[in-house]
């Protein structure tokens, strides 16, 4: 029986695409067009066409400023990540004073997200990450989401990866007072919070159901 070949790591297409193999760069970026579809759906629900063709446009124009010592997939989130904080400050500050550290989309009124929650305690979740300064929110969504590794979050967020367990620990923090804010009841806030983890995982996964759905 014939074996089957094994699939090519991220690098190894990258490579290929640098070589001039466009069928590699377009199989890097189906294999990544998912996760970014996530990223921006909860951040930028009105824009997120555009900024994902924004997003594989500046992995295209950047693909030969990547040394590939570091993940591929953190690369291309630390872009996305970018291409939302220079689409904010263009729309609404026009200037540096942008910080996302400080300002979340709540602040930003971008619309109703689009990922559709069917139980209460996840469409609380989604409104309490909302709420989070727009770097806090990335962190626990590509944490919660994506599975990410503390180097990965630390090279989509810019920072040393000593500091990421810090910054997690933050924006846990600030998720549960946002939840208490929005909470309808003590209890609904004790399930939300008890099972945290669990309802971003449903949420994930409702998420992937509708992607499959729409593909």
């Not at 990450?129 to 590509?142: A, F, S, V, W, Y």
């Amino acid at each position: 029986m014939a074996q089957v070949p094994a699939a090519k790591s991220d690098i190894d297409l990258l490579e290929s695409w640098r070589e001039g193999d466009a069928r590699a760069g377009n199989e890097l970026f189906n294999r990544h067009f998912d996760c970014i579809c996530r990223f921006f759906a909860n951040k930028a629900p009105n824009e997120v066409d555009d900024l994902i063709q924004r997003t594989f446009l500046a992995c295209v124009e950047g693909r030969d400023r990547f040394r590939g010592d570091a993940s591929f997939r953190g690369y291309l989130f630390g872009v996305a990540r970018n291409v939302l904080r220079r689409y904010y400050r263009d729309k609404r500050y026009h200037d540096a004073r942008f910080d996302p550290l400080v300002v979340s989309v709540h602040d930003l009124g971008p619309g109703p997200s689009l990922l559709v929650a069917d139980k209460r305690e996840q469409e609380l979740l989604l409104q309490a990450l909302r709420r989070l300064p727009m770097d806090h929110q990335i962190t626990l969504e590509l944490y919660y989401w994506e599975n990410m590794s503390g180097s990965e979050l630390a090279q989509v967020l810019e920072v040393p990866e000593g500091t990421v367990r810090g910054r997690i620990r933050r924006a846990k923090q600030l998720l549960e007072a946002a939840l208490s804010e929005l909470a309808e009841s003590p209890q609904q806030l004790e399930s939300t919070i008890a099972n945290l983890e669990g309802w971003a995982d449903s949420l994930r996964q409702k998420l992937l159901i509708k992607q499959a759905a729409d593909a």
